[in-house]
């Protein structure tokens, strides 16, 4: 059996008609870039996170770029958010000017702890970007009540959780202002780059409307030095297209854990995803601990079945962000979980016996 980390040709064959059909939509209208087509997918977009606007983007760093930029966030000041993220989290700071001041994380949800938060805040912290980590809400009432507390602001890396709930709440609504990704392995993946800031806040909408179309809030009239972001209308097409499907395949990858959980338990080697009580994740991935990591990913790797690790090496030790005067062993939690952690496929169309097949082979690893 030849088991892929993400098939998204599986997710394209079952929705073929339906897509070729939004894909020549685009193409006979002749709209390639804005329009209607975008209007339409931000509508519904802000609908399915229960939010008032949602501004399409290019990608998920763009969101968090330009959410940044709305908040006010610059030069001198200083962002808090967790290391164990995809770099994209820190870059987006550092892009702004700002510094990133990391947090360790929890060691069972892998994000960003809560409790010392506080510790970090300086007068020139600004903001704290919480990352919804692998699809599960963090602990937003703690960080609310810290930004309340210091008059923070809160940006949601909602980048791996499309359709997560936080107590009954969608991400998107959880702070002042939200990014998305929409790339191709994503929960909600276009067929390229995409991403949009979503948020209840009237202003801030606006600035990053502003902000993201070159500064212009209309032609020929520059506010501002902005940028060129736009999400293009195929892929607003073919986002929308998705979105009816978005909850449906959400579920099935919900479904895909309590399977693993199942065929994983009484496995004392492998520690398994915690989801907390009140949160609904939406498993972008289902990672473990595994003892022995690095020869259990290369025996699986002999199987034809593929295991990656998100993230191998915390951000806070990449050379990129060495200016930063980070060393190791400042976040133990986080440098142990890169040590330890495996992510293993969970696709939505990933099938029962395929995941019977991967923890059989995990299985036999540890001689069960
Ligand atoms: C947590 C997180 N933040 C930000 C991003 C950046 O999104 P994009 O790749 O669309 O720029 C990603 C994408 O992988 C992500 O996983």
Request: one cysteine or more.
């Amino acid at each position: 059996m030849k088991i892929e980390f993400i098939d998204l040709k599986k997710q394209y064959q079952s929705l073929k008609n339906e897509l070729d059909g939004a894909i020549a939509r685009v193409l006979d209208k002749g709209i390639f870039v804005l329009g209607e087509e975008v209007e339409n997918f931000s509508r519904e977009f802000a609908r399915f996170c229960g939010a008032k606007h949602c501004i399409a983007v290019a990608s998920g760093t763009d969101a968090l770029y330009l959410s940044l930029k709305a908040l006010g966030v610059g030069k001198g000041d200083e962002v808090i958010t967790a290391p164990n993220s995809f770099v994209a989290t820190a870059m987006a700071i550092s892009l702004t000017e700002a510094k990133p001041v990391f947090i360790d994380i929890n060691p069972l949800t892998y994000n960003i702890d809560a409790a010392k938060i506080e510790e970090k805040i300086t007068p020139k912290t600004k903001a704290i970007i919480p990352v919804h980590l692998y699809g599960q809400p963090a602990d937003m009432d703690e960080v609310f009540e810290i930004a309340s507390k210091y008059n923070l602001k809160i940006l949601e890396d909602a980048c791996q959780a499309h359709g997560a709930e936080y107590k009954n709440k969608k991400t998107g609504t959880l702070g002042d202002i939200a990014a998305f990704s929409f790339g191709p392995p994503k929960p909600l993946g276009a067929y390229g780059d995409g991403g949009a800031v979503v948020t209840n806040d009237d202003a801030l909408a606006e600035k990053v409307s502003i902000y993201k179309n070159y500064g212009a809030p209309k032609r020929d009239n520059y506010l501002l030095v902005g940028i060129n972001s736009r999400l293009d209308a195929l892929q607003a097409a073919i986002l929308k297209v998705k979105l009816k499907y978005l909850d449906k395949w959400n579920e099935m990858r919900r479904n895909n854990a309590k399977l693993y959980d199942r065929y994983l338990e009484g496995v004392a080697e492998i520690t398994r995803p915690m989801i907390l009580s009140h949160n609904r994740s939406a498993f972008h991935l289902y990672v473990v601990r595994a003892r022995n990591r690095d020869s259990l990913a290369e025996y699986l790797k002999t199987k034809q079945i593929p295991a990656l690790i998100h993230y191998p090496r915390p951000i806070h030790l990449q050379s990129g962000y060495a200016a930063l005067g980070y060393k190791k062993s400042d976040f133990p939690v986080t440098e142990r979980a890169a040590e330890e952690i495996l992510s293993l496929p969970i696709f939505p169309e990933l099938l029962e016996n395929e995941i019977g097949y991967i923890a059989e082979n995990i299985k036999r690893f540890y001689g069960l």
